[in-house]
């Protein structure tokens, strides 16, 4: 039996959600009152709710491996739409080679269109520029694309497979097109002479339209055979890229010998390309940057002009080129500073693990022991910072998750590890700058604490006019007396919900700061706490306690949702948390864990 009080909760928290949503949804409309009477407002408006409505928290993808997104912890009616759109063409192309296999000359030109089909939705959805549309329309993140363009390309080769298979089933019907073999061949067949492997290997590699289609289809599954894995493009990039690159110039230019349609994949292709590198890496960007070793650590922190020309977004990457480091590669990283907030520079913190971060860092060693800039020397810091001439791509990727609808909250929940936490930190930075954070949790596992020291004051500095904070230096490299002090004042949420605000504790804060310093040893000083942070020595986040509390902290500020951000090595974890604390075995269910998550894979 609920208690009188329990009730009385209940009802004033559904009451305070009817009426939050109704304002929320007020105040996304007013920005741009001045617009609702155009006839393309309502779409507009249809469409970004679609971008980010939620079908179900528990919806999963259980049929596919999971390197094909299996382990997305929810999904979005805008990937719900493209998934259909990429699925749809396998029992189409099933119904024409299995229903319609006798159908003669006509069924091999409409399965020949639908394969023509399926290679330009696989060809997009590759294309950086492309896929950006992609991504914007449907509302996902670039990790969530990255699944879609290898289920389009698979289904782009069983479609031109079923093709090929239709071709040869009706080839007594062709009429010569595929060469002036190929109707003998038929006809031999067609007079009883036994079929055999050798006969039907001659038959597709006989004839311009069908050595063509044979060898089109052949680029098409070692592109994709070769792509499939990210470990297998780690472990041998250089080999991975070569053969990307020759297996899709041999698909266009056998697609033109086949189809003769290609000609605008060309087009679009090498547009990409001029767009990518040649004006916006190679003309609009800077090329001048600086590099410094944090410390002793293999962390390299990066950064470059901020300009008019480069505008980016909260969560986004670019793909940087370095001359001195590989003269083809440009290497995908995670932007750590914040628009609107950062205004000087754009900063990255780069992790040595490769040889092209390998040779980042040895190039800031080498400039640490012969060169001292003017502003280490006046702020007394042992770090030397280094010119390096650099090209800057992008930037790319879009929230999963909606944190920019105008005048409403949220509650969120930022998890980084190592480098990837500073991605977390540009999102948590732009948040509460456009004071959009009703409650913020963020937990960072990180090994160096240089890194923690460099990457968060500039993420928390920088604060909203409700929040004010302070950053205290550490007294020594692992054990920080005191991480944070905050002066924090969050009168605003606390006027507004001061009747659920049932602690006075760090979750009754708007801002919580978890630092896990993980290469610590277990013996070191015990763990610090601070009203804003808590620093844990030697341990790892125990992900049901944190998802636990988030919810109670929603649960009791009256929100029905929760926004996780995520980057790092555990994001396998935190979609099975997301997915555990929304779904239910029957039980309510008052708040959904909607996830963003980000790995930037090559």
């Known amino acids: 039996m609920m208690s009188s009080n329990e009730k009385l909760h209940d009802i004033d928290l559904k009451a305070e959600k009817e009426q939050e949503a109704s304002s929320s949804l007020t105040s996304s409309l007013l920005p741009y009152s001045s617009q609702q009477s155009e006839w393309w407002f309502p779409i507009w408006w249809a469409h970004n709710r679609m971008r980010w409505s939620h079908l179900s928290a528990c919806l999963r993808l259980p049929v596919f491996p999971a390197c094909l997104g299996a382990r997305l912890p929810s999904t979005t009616i805008g990937q719900a739409l493209l998934y259909t759109i990429i699925l749809l063409q396998l029992p189409v192309a099933l119904y024409y080679s299995l229903v319609m296999e006798s159908g003669g000359e006509d069924v091999v030109e409409g399965s020949g269109g ?3 089909v399926s290679l330009l939705v696989a060809f997009g959805l590759g294309q950086k520029q492309i896929a950006s549309v992609a991504i914007y329309l449907f509302g996902l993140s670039f990790d969530r694309m990255i699944p879609f363009h290898k289920i389009a390309s698979i289904i782009a080769v069983a479609v031109a497979t079923l093709h090929g298979w239709m071709a040869y089933a009706n080839r007594f019907d062709l009429d010569g097109d595929s060469g002036d073999a190929a109707p003998d061949i038929a006809a ?8 055999t492997l050798s006969s039907v290997v001659e038959w597709f590699i006989t004839g311009s339209d069908n050595w063509s289609g044979t060898y089109l289809t052949l680029a098409m599954a070692l592109l994709t055979v070769t792509s499939m894995f990210a470990i297998l493009r780690r472990k041998t990039y250089y080999f991975w890229l070569l053969s990307h690159i020759l297996f899709s110039v041999a698909l266009l230019v056998m697609g033109i010998i086949h189809f003769g349609v290609s000609v605008p994949l060309v087009i679009a292709w090498a547009a990409d390309v001029l767009y990518r590198y040649a004006y916006k890496a190679g003309w609009r960007y800077p090329h001048k940057g600086t590099v410094k070793q944090l410390s002793e650590t293999g962390i390299v922190r990066l950064s470059w002009p901020k300009t008019s020309s480069f505008f980016y977004q909260p969560g986004q990457f670019v793909k940087i080129g370095l001359p001195f480091a590989d ?10 500073s914040a628009p609107e907030v950062d205004e000087d520079e ?16 040895e190039y800031s060693i080498l400039s640490s022991s012969n060169k001292t800039s003017s502003r280490d020397v006046s702020s007394g810091s042992p770090d030397a910072t280094k010119d390096v001439r650099l090209f800057v791509e992008g930037p790319y990727g879009s929230m999963g998750i909606d944190l920019y609808a105008p005048e409403r909250k949220h509650v969120v929940l930022c998890i980084g590890g190592g480098v990837g936490g500073s991605t977390c ?20 596992s990180v090994r160096e604490w240089e890194l923690v020291k460099d990457a968060l004051p500039d993420a928390l500095w920088h604060n909203h006019s409700a929040s004010t904070v302070a950053i205290s230096k550490p007294n020594s490299k692992f054990a920080p007396s005191q991480l944070l ?12 919900r001061s009747k659920r605000n049932l602690n006075n504790g760090r979750s009754g804060r708007l801002v919580e700061t978890d630092l ?8 070191s000083p015990p763990s610090e706490k601070t009203p804003t942070a808590t620093v844990f020595h030697g341990k790892r986040p125990q992900w049901d306690q944190i998802f636990e509390q988030t919810r109670k902290d929603a649960f009791r500020l009256g929100y029905s949702r929760v926004s996780v951000v995520c980057c790092g090595p555990m994001i396998e974890e935190i979609q099975h948390a997301c997915r555990k604390y ?11 864990f909607d996830l963003h998550e980000e790995s930037f894979e090559l």
């Open 114 to 116: 639908l394969a023509q």
């Open 188 to 195: 031999a067949a067609n007079a009883g002479e036994p079929m």
């Open 327 to 336: 003269k083809l590669v440009f290497h995908p990283l995670s932007i750590a």
């Open 346 to 361: 754009v900063v990255a913190y780069v992790r040595a693990s490769g040889p092209w971060t390998n040779r980042l860092l």
């Open 425 to 444: 930190l540009s999102i948590a930075k732009w948040l509460l700058t456009k004071d959009k954070v009703a409650k913020l949790r963020f937990v960072w």
């Open 485 to 496: 002090e905050s002066t924090q004042s969050v009168k605003d949420e606390e006027n507004q």
């Open 516 to 523: 896990y310093l993980t290469s610590v040893p277990a013996d």
């Open 582 to 592: 929304s779904c239910s075995d029957g039980d309510d269910v008052r708040v959904t």
